[in-house]
């Protein structure tokens, strides 16, 4: 059918059949590749475009009904002559794009609304924004840019020097804003072939293979075990645990069976139930208490007990120190399987070149994919090529390999190019999660509210395979006790693997979870020793000097004391607004909640190195090598404001080429708050060797100015002036590398596991409906010791959105096998859930840390849900011992903690 | 691949179904339920039938086109007996949901959870329903017959949905209780039509949905309510036993006892919100 329609203002025609989705239509017929599709199925409303001016997701309209209609996309928000439009404008100088996948539907969502109501308040804002999820930015710069669309704000351009602390739009926000960033599904050749992979329906069992002869002759391969070469992977070089495709056994749903590869209407035709499976399916090992029943069965053979890992820190003498205690608390607290859901599923493309293999994969490691793709496919890691696309939304999930080894062992052995795209409900299932954790803790102080002993046990749910698994149950012993100095401690860390889907990293390996436990004890012993629940954890908090459980001594930048310090107005006003608002015997009740952290950057006790380089062109074309991978948090900007204040170049004249490991150097991967730290450091390194080369050059000081005007570099030395014509000198590289100092922890635990540690503290209000146990949250205030804030604004966003993880992790976020595999049965907090945020950034300066900074990827989601957690224990006194906090659980605590009053006053 | 049908007279769209076909409409229940496959079905899409759009009213009622959309049902001038069907079409997904979802594809679909159907019960809506050959009305009630199951048959379209004009000034409400704020399938919802005379209740009607196969009207409150005076006392009268014909159920959202105890709580609310 031929369908005549007006597409951002202009004539167009479309041919195909009627019933294709007008989002498909548009992506993979017109080429606009701006409209995003992270569902297909109207839960997430990145594919929002306008129809007849209206918002609609372009994935639930048949091109059928577009005739005659007109369509706006985000690739006609713009002016012809390229000229942004005032909102998309908006969007860059709020921070308002940090992945930037759901950036095209919040525009078009906002554009609807600002025609009609051109300064709208914020209620029409998140009325209108309602039906697009945002995963990276917590939506507070969203809503601030369309509510400042009308204004304009102006964009800061800093000069040379003055880089690092300026609120720079970050380098890749353009492309973003304008739909032209192309992200893992956006860039796949028109002859690619296409993969769907076929699952295992069940948690466990073994399976046969029939004749899978008829279906080779429908496609063009039907890929098994059996194709591929070394059919094991995972983080760990020891531990490649995880087969590519099943052999034989599955171990959970979701599993990866067979790899269909044809046109893309072929294998999207076949049905699952086509494809000939024999199926044995076994009773499923399911949870913690089942996998170390006694006489468990077995998840993995050669694994005994389905122990994947133990272990812990102990630092004087816990179990007699709680002897002397003035006060002790304890209690056991549970989560559940979290879901990265990030808006952007896993999506890629590979192609053979040669005896060489590329892949374009949305990722959060190019490094780790190409060294292990290269094991998988049994090439040399040289042989591998990754060139990571515009990453949209990571957040630990997209550090695993998703579609890499499929698509890359289909084109090697098709020579090909060949895609694979996951559905929704495929990423759901097949992906990692968040650790399901039982932790116990047990926390003592002294009679003034000085902690003196803590002993926390955490247990994982690894899932089905190890994964990131080692990492958590190492890092959680470290962090467990919390951010406060306890002189006696005891933490221990276990993982085992169950039939679940596979937990791997999850912003915060853990600490999340240890939190919620800590947080709720340091509450208890407050409200036992009468002390204000901020007081005592300023009491306790670790300060520089101090030393922590692993025996290692803070010399610099513990900011702890100094955020509950900023936090004290916002806690008291904040308190006497919800005794106010209580005293009126309402049905809703308020309440006031803190959450502290702490988190140390980078790898636990284990080497992660970065290596950046900087490229001064004879023609003097300035470009970053980075291969650090921006997924959303803005490394490409905070490596770029890092490099050119180190080099005394303006931001501004940088290129950039990110990620491609044929073009950059090893960065490591975007995990563990990092990058900031780790390869900003070594970009600092990179830009101080270039201008170290350029003053010798120049014979010049070290307090000369630099400037560049085409291939002319000019050194100004006080009086003197020199001028470098790049064309005589030849490509100019400064290179820096930078790997954390650590040590590795002995059987007790001690040793420097990190070479610094985040700190953080967090206010929470909120409001509980006590009839129907729903939780609103009202504010949070955050106060955050980074070190040093390179850019405010990416600072604030990763804070932002880390709470509006946090958020869901407290109140709605539980991943189901089989039952909650899209985003209408899983849920992620809206615009409408997500309450105003304030910021407070603390600069306790990091002296490794490039200008002081440490990381702050991970710190914004960890205090949020003890904080929400104590705030609904102030405003009901019912302490949460599992999360998601939803509404039925919330009701049935408060009617047990009404039923024990009861019983107490003996009624 | 299979036909696609789009007509733009009702005739057409009736005749067409003389050998089976999906509808299409809002395509907001169609596309999710046929992610990641070939759609090969024949389709017949009844999004360009004049006949089937639109709200009219007439001196016995109203009439809303079957394809008519949630957003037009918002922005409709309408008398307060709208109101909760109003407040319903708000809270159903995003934006962009309501302005293409429509109303007959919420009854069709006939989830237990469809936001829509307790407050057409509470409007005593009839079904307009028509094929090739005769057209019928089926009140609400005997329309959807199951979880994912209605009256309709395979050659037969719904044409419109029928309000009668209530004797007396009528006014409705409805409550929805989700776990999130937008984009969010109801744990419970309640919805109520008051018809009112001197202060006083003259008749009630009210539906509970999310806690039955079925939304259920709850006929022995309604009665409860009958010449009650319109004040917050109303939601005193309230009582458990008004709930006998709900069967809510343990899921994900929530579990089958908060459900009962959340709807008692919803409907007192509603009810104390018809003061004045």
Redesign the interface.
Known sequence: MKVAFTLNGTAATWSGPPVTRLAAALRDDLGLTGTKVGCDAGDCGACTVLLDARQVCSCLVAMGQVEGRSVETVEGLAGTDGTLALLQKSFLAHGAAQCGICTPGMLMAASELLREVPSPGRDEVEDALGGVLCRCTGYTKIVDAVLGAAQSMPMVAPSAGAAVGARLVRVDGHAKVTGRDMFGADGIPADALWIRVVRSPHARGRFTLGDLAPLRRRLAAVLTAADVPFNGFGIYPDIKDQPVLADGVVRYRGEAVLALVGERAAVLSIRDDEVPIAWAPEPPVLGIDAATAANAPLVQADRPKNLLLDGGVRHGDAAAAFAGCAAVAEGVFETAFVEHAYVEPEAGWAERVGDRIEIHVTTQTPYMDRDEIANVMRLRPENVRIVPTACGGGFGGKLDLSVQPLVGIAAWLLKRPVACVYTRSESMAATTKRHPARISAKFGCDFTGKLVACDVSATFDTGAYASWGPTVANRVPVHAMGPYAVPHVRTWGEAFFTNGPPAGAFRGFGVPQAAIAHEAIMDELADKLGIDRLEFRHRNALRAGDTTATGQVLAHSAGLAQCLEALRPHWRRAQDEAAAFNNKGDIRRRGVGIGCMWYGIGNTSMSNPSRMRIGLSPGGTLTLYSGAVDIGQGSNTIMTQIAADALGLPAAQFALVAGDTDLTADAGKTSASRQTFVSGRAAEAAGWDLRQQILRLANAGPDALLSLEGAKLTVRDGAEVRAIDLATTGTLTGEGTFDPPTTPLDANGQGIPYATYAFAAQIAEVEVDIELGTIKVLRIVAAHDVGRAINPTLVEGQIEGGIAQGLGLALMEEFLPGRTENLHDYLIPTIGDVPEIECILIEDRAPLGPSGAKGVGEPGLVPTAPAILGAVHYATGVRARRVPLLPHRLREALIKLQEGALKGTGA | ??D?V?PSRLEEALSALARPHTV?A???D???AR??????ED?L?I??IPALRGISSASTGWRLGATTTW?EMIEADLPPLFDGLKQAA?EI?????Q??GTLAGNLCNASPAADGVPCLLVLDADIEIASSTATRRVPLDQFITGVRRTALMPDELVVAIHVPRPAREARSAFLK?G???????S?AMATATLEIADGHVAAARIAVGSCSAVAQRLVALEAALVGARLDRQLAARVDPTHLEPLSPIDD????A??RR??VL??LRRLLAGFAP
């Open positions: 691949m299979g696609y789009r299409l809002g395509g907001t169609f596309y999710p992610v990641g496959r070939t759609i090969d389709i899409d999004g360009a957003s708000r997904g995003g934006r962009q949901i302005n293409a209780l776990a999130r704020r937008y984009l969010v399938i744990i994900v959202r929530g579990s006892g908060y105890e959340s709580v919803l």
